[in-house]
């Protein structure tokens, strides 16, 4: 079964650098989202793009954060000066068409020190 | 407002026995559900979703329930096995066919051989 796949699995950064997590979403996808999970809380949305935009973004998602496609597989996204408050899981997910379930991947520990 | 912290509520139930899993939705304009589940370490992985015409749905062990009533929504795992043991999230989609979810936040669920 086709699956989206993020990397690194594991990130450490100093505060106040710059960080970019990598996603290959299912190939025929045409949605993407990255979320956030901080350790022991819900997922937060923090962004989704269509058509090399984005759709919508939350309030966590200021302009610190960044994404991009830069070609015709990966889904980028960047956090220009990370803070402590950074750390977190990442999650990236897909859809492909209309009103079906988003399908995640194993998602990126940020860990900022 | 909602607490948030590292407590998740948690249900053990025995191997065999069958689970229901609560979850309470906050927009009355949600029109899709979905249950999650996760495994330590991993990314949510789908596993039953309803659209908001429908008020039951079967999948294979599984069944999820929607109230629109009250906004709740159940997960029933059918004869429990040990492979169930992880943490399950509702999610409601806001914003249209490709909206973003909005999760709850979840519950644990352990499975005693």
């Known amino acids: 079964e086709p699956e989206v796949t993020q990397t690194p699995s594991h990130q450490v950064t100093q505060m106040g650098q710059e960080v970019i997590l990598r996603c290959v979403p299912i190939s025929n996808h045409l949605y993407f989202y990255w979320y956030r999970q901080i350790l022991g809380q819900k997922v937060e949305f923090l962004v989704s793009f269509y058509n090399n935009e984005i759709s919508e973004k939350s309030e966590i998602f200021d302009d610190q954060f960044s994404v991009e496609r830069p070609d015709g597989s990966n889904f980028t996204l960047k956090i220009r000066s990370t803070k402590l408050e950074d750390s977190a899981m990442y999650f990236c997910a897909s859809i492909g068409q209309y009103n079906q379930p988003q399908h995640f991947g194993d998602g990126t520990r940020l860990s900022i020190l | 407002g909602e607490s948030v912290g590292l407590h998740l509520p948690t249900l053990s139930v025995q191997e065999g026995d069958n689970s229901i899993i609560n979850c309470a939705y906050s927009n009355s304009a949600s029109d899709y559900f979905i249950w999650y589940k996760q495994e330590s370490g991993k990314g949510p992985q789908f596993i039953i979703d309803i659209r908001s015409n429908m008020d039951k749905r079967q999948g294979q062990r599984v069944t999820v329930l929607l109230n629109k009533t009250v906004k709740h929504l159940s997960l029933q795992i059918a004869a429990t096995q040990p492979g169930d043991s992880a943490v399950y999230f509702c999610?409601?989609?806001?914003?249209?066919?490709?909206?973003?979810?909005?999760f709850g936040k979840g519950t644990k669920l352990s499975v005693k051989p």
């Open positions: 999610a409601e989609r806001v914003g249209g066919s490709q909206g973003n979810l909005i």
